[in-house]
Nanobody, 117 residues
Framework: QVQLVESGGGLVQAGGSLRLSCAAS????????MSWYRQAPGKERDMVAA???????NYSDSVKGRFTISRDNAKNTVYLQMNSLKPEDTAVYYC???????????WGKGTLVTVSS
């Protein structure tokens, strides 16, 4: 099967930066869209950024201009560069990939990002 593992979360001061990574493993032949979501305590899980197989990106208004999503198709890995972090960015960040091989989405278990003021 397919497993997604996120890394790169942690504690950072407001204004700082973090880079998240999410790598897929298993019998994967092709991945379509890759995206990052986040869920703050007591809130719903919301999409942060997405990138198509061809590299077209989409961002939520709250992170536009501060976050950058990128991908390495050869490694089935997606990245999220987060700059100018704010306390309201504090959340568990999850990656999601649409694996064409199996026609379904897979989720990682999440990585915690905490931004202190």
């Amino acid at each position: 099967q397919v497993q997604l593992v996120e890394s790169g979360g942690g504690l950072v001061q407001a204004g700082g930066s973090l880079r998240l990574s999410c790598a897929a493993s298993g019998s994967i032949f092709s991945v379509n869209a890759m995206s990052w979501y986040r869920q703050a305590p007591g809130k719903e899980r919301d999409m942060v950024a997405a990138i198509s197989r061809g590299g077209v990106t989409n961002y939520s208004d709250s992170v536009k201009g501060r976050f950058t999503i990128s991908r390495d198709n050869a490694k089935n890995t997606v990245y999220l560069q987060m700059n100018s972090l704010k306390p309201e960015d504090t959340a568990v960040y999850y990656c999601k990939m649409t694996v064409i091989t199996y026609g379904r989405d897979y989720w990682g278990k999440g990585t915690l990002v905490t931004v202190s003021s």
